[in-house]
């Protein structure tokens, strides 16, 4: 536990530092140490709340939240995303499902990371697209553990939705509301809360490494470089999830 903790800790105080909750890496961890797998998703959300909590408030006290670009997305995220966490799925389908969300989500980080540009010619997402898009990251969201900022982010800059600013702040609170309805989700369909205790160091360290990000700002990796570093972790666990489901 000690060792997975400081882990834990690293990656909050990293992903804090640029806006991101850190959720696909917290999966990654839990996934090597073998938690038990049914309680994956409360346990990276939980963390996703406590590290994007302090950047939401920054970001939106700092006047770069767009609430045109946020609202639709949410519109579909929040009520699919507890819909998700609600579902319960065994063993062998979830890491089915979890292979190919991460996949999914590594692949386009990699295509994106060249979007990171200073000449944003801004374009508008209609309503409805972003209704869809969020009703279906809410969902994948819920039923996996991850916040929706790895798949949001991306999409949002191959969209060119907003300056880098506003998306790092629509990234946030989408994982923040999201990580929040898919806990109430998971909580509706088990009481876990017994099982998740005896992770509390967990939130701890996390809360922590979410603080010092926060409150240092630190820019040790830059967005672009911690895309391919994000984007290549998630795509080794994908594999190997996928080698452990085809064995």
Known sequence: MIILSILFLITAILYSSVGFGGGSTYLALLLIWEIPYYIFPILALICNILVVTGNSI?????????????????????????????????????????????????????ISHNSYKNDFKIRVIPKYASILIGSILGLMSGIVGIGGGIFLSPILYLLKAGYPRQIATTASLFILINSIS????????????NDILIYWPLFIVVLLGGQIGNFLNLKILSNKLLTIITSGLVLFVAIRIGLKIYS
């Open 58 to 110: 920054n970001y939106i006290s700092s006047g770069n939240l767009n609430p045109k670009i946020l609202v639709p997305f949410l519109v579909g995220s929040i009520p699919f995303a507890f819909i998700g966490g609600s579902i319960s799925l065994g063993k062998d389908i979830f890491e089915i499902i979890l292979f190919i969300v991460l996949s999914l989500a590594g692949i386009l980080l990699l």
């Open 182 to 193: 898919g806990v109430f989700g998971q909580l509706s369909k088990q009481n876990v809360i």
